[in-house]
């Protein structure tokens, strides 16, 4: 944000498109902004060429309410099949609508890059506040699911695991959904 950049194209119309011109130019303005995911996270230095880490890797969203845990030894590819370099973390304001009688509790993040795999699965770890959860729900109930773009439905990961004492729900995962 606070940056400008300002463009400027130039062209002719053929004689021949038939249109009406009136005058010899036009001028537009482009509004944008562009974001930074919240968390960013250089793993270039502990991944080998074979998207292999080295050590075991740590990130969190801004707030700290979601967590990322990848273990040593755990191999991380792009879509594209290359070592990944880096790992993101961005809250989602406006996620997509939940299925009928399902509620999200706590925060909905974007992870990158889109795409990504893990074998064996990250943890990925979510807080969550006991009075957010719908009435006649029991916190052992509560699970994670990530939003599958090109089904355009959530799909509930399996092997979540709920800490009723510190408000913690964690579930495997093994790809960045697209």
């Not at 562009?34 to 230095?45: C, N, R, Y």
């Not at 991380?76 to 304001?93: Q, Y």
Request: proline share 7%; hydrophobic share 35%; net charge negative.
């Amino acid at each position: 944000a606070g940056h400008t950049v300002s463009l400027q194209w130039e062209w002719e119309l053929p004689a021949q498109t038939g249109n009406e011109v009136q005058g010899d130019g036009i001028s537009f303005t482009t509004n944008y902004l562009l974001l930074a995911p919240e968390i960013f996270t250089d793993v270039s230095g502990v991944v080998t060429e074979k998207g292999v880490f080295t050590e075991e890797v740590t990130t969190e969203s801004k707030d700290g309410e979601v967590r990322l845990a990848i273990d040593k030894g755990t191999t991380g590819l792009t879509e594209e099949g290359k070592p990944l370099s880096e790992i993101t973390v961005a809250n989602v304001e406006e996620p997509p609508v939940p299925p009928a009688d399902t509620k999200i509790v706590g925060l909905t993040c974007d992870l990158g890059p889109c795409g990504a795999t893990f074998d064996p699965s990250i943890t990925l770890t979510s807080t969550y506040d006991p009075d957010d959860i719908p009435e006649g729900v029991s916190e052992g109930e509560l699970v994670v699911a990530m939003w599958d773009k090109d089904a355009g439905e959530w799909v509930e990961l399996e092997g979540c695991t709920v800490d009723t004492v510190n408000n913690t729900i964690s579930a495997p995962v093994s790809r960045f959904s697209k």
